[in-house]
C-alpha cells in the first residue's frame, strides 16, 4: 500500500525561529493536506493543496505540492508557543478520498 | 453548527470488559472513519465506512467492532479480544464523490483507560 515518509519525526525550537517539516510518499498523489493536533485533541485541517508545484499559505504557515507529486513541504514562520502540537501531512491518489496519513511531526517551541 | 461529536471523553474500563465508544456527525458525509493513536504511532485505521450498512476493516481491525445503521452514527466497541485496549481514539468523517478530497474532519477523540 501506499506510505508516507514524515521527517522530522520531532522538533524543538526556539520562539521566533522558522520551521520546516516535509512529507515524501512511495508513490503519486493529486492531494496533499496538512493537519495539526493539539494536545488531547483531534487533528484540525490546515492546508489543502491540489496542484503540482502549487504554494499556498495560512497566516504563518506555508505548504507546498512538490512537482514530482511525491512530496510536500510545510513551513512555520517565527514560530510561537501555540504552535505546539502533531503536525500530519495526509495525501491521496486519483479518484480516492481515502486518506494515507504521515506519523506526524512533533513540535515543542521553548519561549 | 456542523461538526463530529466523540463521547465521551474520559473512559475508564476494567479488563475483560466490552467498552463502546460513540460518535455521531451533522455534516451530511457519506465515509466515516474510526482510528487509535498511541505515542509515537501516528494514526492507525480500525475501521471505515462508505455507506450506510456497509463497513471496512483497517490495518488493526482486531479486537474491535463497528456498525453503521445510520448515515449520522459511526459507534466502535473495544471488545475483550482487543489486548492492549488503553489508547487514544479518534472518530472521522469526509464527504464523497464531490469532486475535490476536502479531507477529513476528526472529532475532539476519547481517551479509553483500561484497569
Known amino acids: 500500500g501506499q506510505q508516507l515518509n514524515q521527517s522530522p519525526q520531532s522538533m524543538f525550537i526556539q520562539e521566533g525561529e522558522d520551521v520546516s517539516m516535509n512529507c515524501t510518499s512511495s508513490s503519486i498523489f493529486n492531494t496533499w493536506l496538512w493537519y495539526k493536533q493539539d494536545p488531547g485533541e483531534g487533528p484540525v485541517l490546515l492546508i489543502a493543496?491540489?496542484?503540482?508545484?502549487e504554494l499556498t499559505s495560512n497566516g504563518r504557515l506555508t505548504a507546498q505540492f512538490g512537482i514530482t507529486r511525491k512530496d510536500s513541504f510545510l513551513n512555520i514562520s517565527a514560530s510561537i508557543p501555540s504552535d505546539v502540537g502533531i503536525y500530519f501531512c495526509a495525501g491521496s491518489g486519483a479518484g480516492s478520498y481515502q486518506l494515507t496519513f504521515g506519523k506526524g511531526t512533533k513540535l515543542s517551541v521553548i519561549p | 453548527d456542523g461538526g463530529i461529536t466523540q463521547s465521551p471523553k474520559y473512559l475508564f474500563r476494567k479488563e475483560g470488559q466490552n467498552v463502546t465508544l460513540s460518535c455521531e456527525q451533522n455534516?451530511?458525509?457519506?465515509?466515516m472513519y474510526w482510528y487509535r493513536q498511541d505515542p509515537g504511532q501516528g494514526l492507525r485505521l480500525i475501521y471505515y465506512s462508505q455507506i450506510v450498512n456497509d463497513f471496512q476493516k483497517g490495518d488493526i481491525a482486531e479486537g474491535y467492532s463497528v456498525s453503521r445503521e445510520k448515515k449520522e452514527s459511526f459507534p466502535l466497541t473495544v471488545t475483550s479480544a482487543q489486548k492492549n485496549p488503553t489508547a487514544f481514539y479518534l472518530c472521522?468523517?469526509?464527504?464523497?464523490?464531490?469532486?475535490?478530497?476536502?479531507?477529513?474532519?476528526f472529532g475532539s477523540g476519547t481517551r479509553l483507560t483500561v484497569v
Open positions: 472521522a468523517s469526509s464527504p464523497e464523490g464531490r469532486g475535490k478530497n476536502y479531507g477529513y474532519t
Open positions: 493543496l491540489y496542484k503540482a508545484g
Open positions: 455534516l451530511n458525509h457519506d465515509a
